[in-house]
């Protein structure tokens, strides 16, 4: 295996392309080194995008938020305007693994991992973050939904990096939630998991929500329906049900050494209902 | 003159206080060496490959591409480990637990071993080494190998304890039958009656460091192993009978440990180690990985329990018929025995009835985890006398305090109790403030009582006198958790010395006679007694010299208080003479000054306890934490309080993962499918409170300090302790440890549909 | 195999070595520069045992490649102790037994200081998840949590 830190993207996207062997973006480490270690990858080249310039750096500006791939997840609850404007972000990046996990992990890397139960990534999309993505063709941007395409895989080409993160810039009166059930309170990948993004009115009643679903799919879920059931309401019991409902409905988990089917798909409507609650209280809303 | 290890009642100096440990400073700055902290010049890697199939015929194993790897010093198959056990079945075993001879029996089992300059050439070697398999059906389920439909793992089993022996070979090794009275006219005379069927899923240890050893075998035969366990001496018998060597020809050191808990007492890599060193005459480092210790270490039963307990409308038992059914994984065991014998140990039975039956499956080959077969057999009897209690309409505490046992009590196994705690431990549990305290929404509480007997065992101890006067003890037994310490307490007590002028090492088997295991819960009490002993030689023997310095009968010298002193002032009127005086006039007087004993420690006391667990369930998801957990257990004498404290502590923490979340998942092609911390569940920080402690000192009335071995009791009541809790927290009757999650849930939603 | 020459500084000293392009930062420190006071538990991140700093940020080194810390300040467990003065945390692990076995009592001790470190006042709740990182299998994390609160204690001259 070769050891490569280049200190620009282009350099990095040339040696992915060009590498004819199994080439890994390495940047927090703590899927990739798992995988090593288990014997399930064996890389020929190894290419550390941690020093390259910019890569560390979480901008605010006009237009929302850029988080750069070599953000550990520590850092993300360590700004106080990140955390302020996206609380159900930075609470999910901050569940991936343990205090030492999060000491090295991005969020980059928890979505490339491409796993359905990725805390990092529901309230990305429930945010409607988009991805740089550096390749050998140049930039594109897309929506961060698009990379994952099924458990472990990604749309990303030959030679493709995902440079950074960019958020919306944020309306008056938004604020999103997340929660995912584990068994314990630290240390387990999530049996199932929700994230609530809601924008409300000046009189508190829902103009704006997207809801995002964790572990009960192949990929994440966005579960139009149960945003739906938010939309023009102030959070009353009915139309928390009706998002429960069609969480649960929406829901095709599988069962495994974490979860059962019935389980999943019962404390998915659980989790949406209550994400839903915090996030309306975030946004000023009262219940 | 043997030791008269009678009780007695005294105020001491050392005793029950709380100083430091003499390896601490080791521990906290990482000097302390466990296992994988050596390493010897030139050694060797060792890597393991194990089968991915449950049971399988081995056709053929081919390591010639292997062989020829650059790097790759030796390679072995069962071919280099002979049969030597000459019959042994017990010995025969655990060679093929060590290594497949014709067949792979669990998921893990070991095929081959490769030694190579590094760990990256033994994976590549790893790699290139072919097993043709011929797979066989497979059973991993206790109930399902009893089925006549189950493959039958061992075609020479036919299991004993059954008239007549049958004739054909089965996964049942064997059965046996405690108790004593009549069940039948018991139940018939009962106004309630519970019976209920349990199960609990396979727990590991979960020690946090992995067996790993270094050994060197030279040309001459003469080996040293340098190796994490329990019992060096046990290890180097079995290593010695395995590789054919005579026993005193192999040296085995034991390393700081990182945990046992049961699961090191038995050999699992280290014989692999030795024939590898052998073969390539250079030393070798094997250590296991996280995920072979948990496919190929010895973790504890899953069992499957028929319970029924009957009693009068005024709350006493009538009548108590367990059936227990356990595995010992791919071999013959006996731990349903275990759990038949302590099942019902608590109570005062008038008719009483524990059946076992011993079971194979395609499993690793289990070992003990602390009270082994205990915490399940109390899950089963603590929760069907809570339910029983409850139907009755008495308090859970008050019907157990009506049954309890006491002295004079003959107990469901056997023997007849002397002075015991469970009385005492439940009046404790009942007037605790833990009782009283109130309780927030979705919130219960929930009791259990648990009993482990205690062993005692071949013991050694040396005490030596140095030229200034310092003292060492040399113990065979293994420190896992602070024992130095109270060993330390033990000598300077009956030494009268201060505790800073004792030192106590850990010795290697070349040091000292045959000493037994670190378990049973006998380091304390069987070590303690034989250092007792040897204190005592070692005082004899200081008299002797004093007496030879000031030239009077050796029987006119007393031991007071740390100095010899003239006995009574016909013996003359000498100022007394300090251990140091003594020991710098030693090469005058008749050399080195030393006390010695071997004994095997009898009289070994039962320990028993009771603990609350209050508990919050969420009903919408079945998520459970335990709010608050209280240990009342009976020490006997804790020499070191604060050790006997983190005894229970840990007991009970490990009691609580295996109730609500430690299980080994097995899929249905009979693969493990969780062997890592990850998805194998231990408790974590942030999932326990504080552990409230309360120790009881019924003195054992057969230690010379009144001392019951404390280790183990305490994981035997939290299974029914959580369990009960959650019963009055949710209203369901959990019957499926762990009682995780998605079962806690489900249980939950079939209650709301009645 | 390719072999990576770094650079770097471990507990205030400068440090060279060579290893493999795929060899985790734990095994250089135990194999090649003889420091076994960091341990593996299960060399997947999941248990804390192998705990360091690096650049003042806690890590489990057995996720870390020794290829990735050129440049980088690394502690562990060897370097908590300044000459014979103990840490208050090691001091206090032993007064309070906070340690069984002590196998994964390094691991604990680095990560206690880096919670106190950034949170000399950590409530019962904010040690407990600050160290949920960390198993420990013999004690219960009971004495473990009162002498990280004692500490902290300590060291806030309260």
């Known amino acids: ?287 | ?754 | 195999m390719s072999s990576v020459h770094v650079t770097t500084t471990i507990n205030g000293d400068a440090v060279d070595f060579v290893c493999n392009a795929d060899e985790p930062l734990l095994d250089v420190l135990r194999n090649r520069l003889g420091m076994t006071g960091s341990k593996e538990g299960c060399g997947t991140g999941d248990c804390g045992a192998c705990s360091v700093t690096i650049d003042g940020r806690l890590v489990c080194s057995c996720l870390v490649l020794g290829a990735e810390v050129g440049g980088s300040k690394i502690e562990t467990i060897e370097g908590m102790a300044k000459a014979d003065v103990l840490h208050p945390l090691q001091k206090n692990f032993i007064a309070h037994a906070a340690l069984q076995c002590g196998i994964c009592t390094p691991g604990f001790l680095v990560a206690a200081k880096a919670l106190l470190d950034n949170n000399p006042n950590p409530s019962e709740e904010e040690i407990r998840f600050g160290l949920a990182g960390n198993l420990c299998r013999c004690t219960g994390y009971d004495k473990i949590v009162r002498a990280v609160q004692a500490t902290a204690k300590e060291m806030r001259g309260a």
């Not at chain 2, 206080?17 to 080791?26: A, K, V």
């Open chain 2, 1 to 754: 003159m043997p030791l008269d290890t009678s009780f007695v009642a005294r105020k001491f100096k050392q005793i029950g206080t709380r100083p430091l440990r003499p390896d601490g400073l080791d521990k906290v700055t990482g000097r302390a060496r466990y296992g994988a902290d050596y390493n010897a010049p030139g050694q060797l890697i060792a890597l393991v490959l194990r089968s991915p199939h449950p049971h399988a015929k081995i056709k053929k194993i081919d390591t010639s591409k292997a062989e020829k790897l650059p790097g790759v010093k030796a390679i072995i198959t069962s071919a280099d480990l002979p049969d030597l056990t000459n019959g042994d079945r017990g010995m025969r075993d655990m060679l093929e637990n060590c290594m497949a001879r014709k067949k792979v029996l669990y998921d893990g089992h070991a095929v081959a071993a490769v030694a190579a300059i590094d760990a990256t050439t033994a994976r590549k070697a790893l790699k290139l080494i072919k097993v043709d398999y011929e797979i066989l059906p497979h059973v991993t389920d206790v109930d399902e190998a009893l089925k006549p439909s189950a493959p039958v793992i061992h075609d020479d089993i036919f299991t004993d304890g059954v008239e007549p022996k049958p004739a054909k070979p089965s996964n049942n090794n064997k059965r046996a039958t405690f108790g004593h009275g009549d069940i039948e006219q018991g139940f018939k005379d009962a106004d309630f009656i519970v019976e209920r069927s349990f199960k609990t899923e396979q727990t590991h240890q979960g020690y946090i460091e992995p067996h790993a050893c270094v050994a060197n075998v030279n040309p001459d035969g003469q080996g040293e192993l340098w190796v994490c366990t329990q019992g060096h001496f046990v290890y180097r018998n079995q290593c010695a009978a395995l590789l054919g060597m005579d026993i005193s020809r192999l040296r085995v050191t034991a390393s700081e440990i990182g945990g046992g808990f049961g699961g090191k007492t038995h050999i699992w890599t280290e014989p692999l180690a030795l024939a590898l060193s052998r073969k390539a005459n250079k030393p070798v480092k094997l250590t296991m990985t996280r995920e072979d210790v948990f496919r190929a270490s010895g973790p504890t039963s899953s069992t499957s329990i028929d319970m029924k307990i009957g009693a009068k409308k005024d709350g006493t038992i009538t009548a108590a018929h367990g059936v227990l059914r356990y595995h010992g994984g791919a071999f013959p065991a006996t731990w349903a025995e275990f759990g038949a014998m302590t099942a019902f140990a608590c109570y005062d039975l008038k008719n009483v009835r524990s059946d076992s039956i011993e079971v194979i499956v395609n499993r690793p080959k289990t070992a003990a985890y602390r009270a082994p077969s205990a915490p399940m057999a109390a899950f089963a009897v603590e929760s069907a006398i809570d339910e029983l209690a409850h139907k009755i309409g008495m308090d859970a505490v008050d019907f157990r305090i009506k049954n309890a046992a006491k002295e004079g009590t003959k107990s469901s196994y056997g023997p007849v109790y002397g002075p015991i705690g469970i009385g005492a431990t439940l009046e404790a549990a009942k007037n605790h403030p833990h009782m009283k305290a109130p309780l927030g929404k979705n919130q219960g509480r929930g009791m259990a009582c648990g009993f482990w007997f205690n062993f005692g065992g071949q013991t050694c101890t040396d005490i030596n006198v140095t030229p200034d006067g310092s003292v060492t003890v040399a113990v065979g037994t293994i420190d896992v958790g602070g024992s130095r310490a109270s060993i330390g307490l033990m000598a300077a007590e009956e030494l009268g010395l201060p505790y800073e002028q004792v030192r106590v090492v850990i010795a290697d088997t070349s040091s000292l006679g045959h000493n037994d295991m670190t378990d049973g819960s006998r380091g304390t009490f069987s070590t303690g007694m034989a250092t007792v002993a040897a204190a005592r030689n070692c005082i004899k023997e200081l008299c002797k010299r004093a007496a030879k310095m000031w030239d009077i009968p050796e029987d006119a010298v007393e031991w007071v208080d740390g100095m010899a002193k003239p006995a009574g002032s016909n013996a003359g009127n000498f100022p007394p003479l300090s251990i140091k005086e003594i020991a710098a006039a030693a090469g005058n007087t008749g050399g080195p000054i030393a006390g010695h004993n071997e004994l095997v420690a009898d009289g070994a006391g039962v320990s028993f306890a009771t603990h609350i667990c209050d508990i919050e369930v969420d009903p919408e998801t079945g998520l459970s934490r335990v709010k608050r957990y209280t240990v009342i257990q009976d020490a006997g004498k804790a020499i070191h309080p604060t050790y006997v404290e983190g005894q229970y502590q840990g007991g009970a923490a490990q009691g609580i993962g295996w109730a609500l979340n430690e299980e080994y998942i097995y899929g249905k092609d009979g693969r493990l499918q969780n062997a890592g911390f990850l998805d194998y569940r231990i408790p974590v920080c942030s999932d326990l409170p504080f552990i409230d402690t309360m120790i009881l000192e019924i003195p054992n009335p057969n230690h010379p300090f009144g001392v019951r071995g404390v280790g183990e009791t305490s994981i035997v009541p939290p299974l029914a302790a959580v369990a009960n809790a959650m019963s009055n927290a949710a209203g369901v009757r959990m019957t499926h440890i762990p009682m995780s999650p998605p079962r806690v849930l489900k249980a939950i939603e079939a209650l709301k549909k009645h």
């Open chain 1, 1 to 287: 295996m070769r050891y490569e830190a280049p200190d620009n993207i282009k350099s990095a996207v040339a040696m992915l392309a060009k590498e004819k062997g199994l080439a890994f973006v390495l940047a927090g480490g703590t899927d990739l080194l798992v995988k090593m270690k288990a014997g399930m990858i064996e890389p020929d080249l190894v290419v550390d995008i941690k020093k390259i310039k910019g890569m560390a750096d979480i901008k605010k500006s006009a237009t929302g938020f850029r988080i750069g791939a070599a953000v550990p997840g520590v850092a993300l609850s360590e700004n106080a305007a990140l955390s302020k404007a996206w609380p159900g972000i930075v609470e999910g990046a901050n569940l991936i693994g343990s205090k030492q996990v999060q000491g090295r992990c991005t969020m980059i890397g928890n979505l490339c991992n491409g796993s359905p139960a990725a805390d990092g990534v529901p309230a990305l999309i429930a945010a409607r973050a988009k991805v740089v993505v550096s390749g050998p063709k140049g930039k594109r941007t897309i929506a961060v939904e698009q990379v994952p395409v099924s458990p472990g895989r990604t749309c990303l080409k030959k030679g493709e990096i995902i440079e950074a993160i960019l958020l919306p810039k944020r309306p008056p009166r938004s604020s999103d939630a997340y929660l995912r059930f584990i068994p314990r309170t630290e240390m387990d990948i999530a049996v199932v998991s929700a994230a609530v993004n809601l924008v409300l009115d000046p009189k508190g009643v829902v103009n704006d929500a997207r809801v995002a679903l964790g572990a009960v799919a192949p990929t994440i879920l966005v579960v139009a329906d149960a945003a739906k059931a938010l939309i023009g309401s102030k959070l009353d019991a009915a139309a928390l049900e009706k998002l429960a409902a069609a969480c649960s409905a929406a829901c095709r988990p599988i069962d495994d050494k974490r979860g059962t089917i019935e389980f999943r798909t019962k404390v998915a409507g659980v989790l949406a209902r209550r994400a839903a609650e915090i996030a309306y209280r975030r946004a000023g809303g009262k219940l």
